[in-house]
């Protein structure tokens, strides 16, 4: 089978490996991997065709040569993230020491002021006098900003790699973060469901306290009614008066006759 040309477009062509499988070439490839003899004869080399295009490529040398090239791009089988100098980048800071990224977060500020600096500088040369033509052509520059573009190029670049060293720390922090946010949230949640729960409880008891005193009322009507009457007559009795509080020994209607 032909070289499957690399393509650089967006959505690029899937490989023309499926056309090769076909049920005839299935039936076929079985049929010759089968025991016995064949009932039609063998091409030579036409089981070793049908067994390259139909059977499962081999992904063990992946891992014995460590990268793989797939649409023109090269991967690696362990994820690696690209040093300054893996890329061809001057050495403007030092390689990563700690898994905690401290000389990444160190280096950020140092490589911003350097790029500010620059191009300050770059701003000064281009408002400053021109000079005379082919001045710079001895020193192999087309323009005296060329120096400071490519060193603010190398600045950008050396930031975006030191940024991308920081991936793990911010992916770490950001996990610390969002399990703090949950944390909180079921707090507030767990607070909201007790105090809603107490005030239920409350509720509860407010209602068997008063279903408790109606069940008491309903069940002895008739001591309600007897203790009210008993009430009325104790009132009437106090208001006579007894004949020996009188010292006369008149009735309590003859005293009110004698004053009328």
């Known amino acids: 089978m032909a070289a499957v040309p ?14 090769a499988f076909t049920p005839e070439a299935l039936a076929r490839l079985a049929e010759l991997r089968s025991e016995g003899d064949s009932a039609e004869p063998l091409a030579p080399g036409e089981l070793d ?9 081999r992904a063990d040398w992946v891992l014995e040569e460590g990268q793989w090239m797939l649409f023109g791009q090269k991967y690696t089988a362990e ?15 030092s390689d990563p020491v700690s898994a905690g990224g401290d000389s990444e977060r160190a280096a950020l500020p140092l490589l911003l002021h350097s790029f500010l600096h620059t191009l300050l500088a770059f701003v000064d040369v281009l408002t400053g006098t021109a000079r005379v033509p082919d001045e710079l052509e001895a ?3 087309q323009s005296q900003g060329d120096q400071y573009i490519q060193h603010m190029s190398n600045l950008a670049a050396t930031m ?38 107490r005030e239920i409880a409350a509720m509860v008891r407010r209602l068997k ?25 104790s009132q009437a009795v106090s208001l006579k008066l007894s004949p ?9 209607g003859d005293v009110l006759m004698s004053e009328v």
């Open 6 to 19: 690399i393509t650089n477009t967006l959505f690029p062509p899937p490989p023309g490996y499926y056309k």
């Open 49 to 57: 065709e049908l067994a390259v295009a139909l059977d499962p490529p």
């Open 244 to 252: 020996a509080a009188n010292g006369h020994g008149e009735s309590d």
């Open 79 to 93: 994820p690696h993230i690209p040093t300054a100098r893996d890329i061809g980048l001057p050495a403007l800071v």
């Open 209 to 233: 306290e008063n279903a408790t005193a109606e069940a008491g009322e309903s069940r002895n009507p008739s001591r309600s009614r007897t203790n009210s009457h008993t009430l009325g007559e």
């Open 160 to 197: 975006m790699v030191s940024a991308n060293q920081l991936r793990g720390v911010q992916a770490e922090a950001t996990l610390v973060m969002l399990m703090e946010k949950q944390l909180e949230e079921r707090r507030a949640q767990t607070e909201r469901l007790r105090t809603k729960s």
């Open 139 to 141: 020193y192999g520059r």
